[in-house]
């Protein structure tokens, strides 16, 4: 039985995770959950899992939750790390907003949990320490990213290379060994709702449009990043951390109709994808109980069901966000910190109707100038994070 704790349950992702956790009650079993104010949802979700410890990022909504629910109910960022770090927690799914989840990640990595990703915003922030953290600690960092659970589908599949699991390195060795074989690995993308479209179209772009995203049905912050198309530049940096790649191996193609979720081009010409619905449970399941097939609640894929699969290229003069991330993850320390925190902020004022969406990416473009050429450690991150934050507050205002 894996214990697992959700950062984020309330979200689409931590929803999600649910769903495939009841499917599998003889394997899967909540431990503890957590989110930001939504209390009343979080309450729901107590009464049908019974997990052992709750926690709400916001301290009057972790009131009203402990009221609600006769319960202790822990706080903060102490809260989630509490819950992450938790003796009864197998495996920690992150699946919170933004690169709030770096902390309490560091912190499960520390207690050797198992992470099951979900916010790549950790990855792009702060992969520079994530990542040699948990090698040191012999703690997975499983992909729930579509793209990023594809390509470690292929990669299992196709290369040998075993499954990541707790207190084994041969993951990355067998990794390290056979990455010379893969010439691209290719990052689909949707394309968005706002795919083909030229600068001047962009303009007057509204919150309404952008947020109706053709195939994926996600959370706001992500679904603004499909549209800007920043999604697949977070995508870029969260691949060269996961599989040890650098931006150049990694390319993106759109392909409107998101069956085909990653593609991993080999020397000998060949190339493995991994096909289905777009839906998230797929990806959730295999990070919880990979590399085991089983039944989930995602609806089985058939040919017939999508018989045509296009690819197209996208117009990077257009949507200049992907390299943009290329650029930032290339220059390295907290410059891939500086463009999230930017974007993030971004993002969240196109969505409260502040900005408009190419002020979207004319932030993120600034974002690159200003980023200091700081090494990356936990501190600097956080106070790279901090001031471009801060920076965009003030330029947003002017
Ligand atoms: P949602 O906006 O649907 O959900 C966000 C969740 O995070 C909510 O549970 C929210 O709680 C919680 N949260 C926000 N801030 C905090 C905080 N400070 N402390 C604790 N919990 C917090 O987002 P998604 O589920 O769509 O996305 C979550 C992550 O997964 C993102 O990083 C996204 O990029 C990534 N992702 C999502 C995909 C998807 O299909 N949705 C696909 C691939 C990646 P509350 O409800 O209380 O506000
Ligand atoms: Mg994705």
């Not at 200049?320 to 993030?344: M, S, Y």
């Amino acid at each position: 039985m894996k214990r697992i704790a959700i950062l984020g349950s309330t979200g689409s992702i931590g929803t999600q995770t649910l769903q495939v956790i009841e499917k599998h009650p003889e394997r899967l079993q909540v431990t503890a959950l957590a989110a930001h104010s939504n209390y009343e949802k979080v309450a729901e979700q107590a009464r049908k899992f019974h997990p052992k410890y709750l926690a709400m990022f916001e301290s009057s909504a972790a009131d009203c939750l402990a009221k609600e629910t006769n319960r202790k109910v822990a706080s903060g960022m102490g809260g989630l790390i509490e819950i992450a770090t938790s003796d009864e927690v197998d495996v920690v799914v992150v699946a919170v907003s933004g690169m709030i989840g770096l902390e309490p990640t560091l912190a499960a990595i520390r207690a050797k949990k198992a992470i099951a990703l979900a916010s790549k915003e950790v990855l792009v922030a702060g992969g520079a320490i994530v990542v040699p953290l948990a090698r040191e600690h012999k703690v997975p960092i499983l992909p729930i990213d579509s793209e990023h659970s594809a390509i470690l589908q292929c990669l299992v599949g196709a290369l040998g290379v075993p499954f990541p699991t707790a207190d084994d390195t041969s993951f990355y060795e067998r990794l390290k060994e056979r990455l010379s074989q893969i010439e691209k690995i290719i990052l689909t993308a949707s394309g968005g709702p706002f795919r083909g479209y030229t600068l001047k179209q962009l303009e007057n772009v509204t919150v309404e449009q952008a947020l109706a995203h053709p195939t994926w049905r996600m959370g706001g912050k992500i679904t603004i990043d499909s549209a800007t198309l920043m999604n697949k530049g977070l995508e870029i940096i969260e691949a060269c951390w996961l599989y040890d790649c650098t931006p150049e191996k990694i390319e993106v193609v759109i392909h409107p109709q998101s069956v085909i979720h990653a593609i991993v081009k080999f020397l000998d010409g060949s190339a493995l994808a991994q096909m289905g619905h777009p839906d998230m449970k797929v990806p959730i399941q295999f990070a919880l109980l990979g590399p085991e097939r089983l039944p989930s609640p995602a609806k089985n894929w058939n040919p017939l069901d999508t018989p045509e699969l296009t690819f197209e290229e996208f117009d990077s003069s257009v949507f200049i966000c992907p390299n943009l991330a290329r650029e930032a993850f290339r220059r390295g320390g907290v410059v891939p910190t500086v463009l999230n925190a930017v974007n993030e902020e971004a993002a969240n004022a196109f969505l409260r109707g502040e900005i408009s969406f190419l002020d979207i990416q004319r932030f993120a473009e600034g974002s690159l100038s200003i980023a200091p050429n700081t090494s990356a450690t936990l501190e600097t991150i956080l106070a790279a994070d901090k001031e471009a934050r801060a920076w965009f507050h003030a330029r947003a205002r002017t």
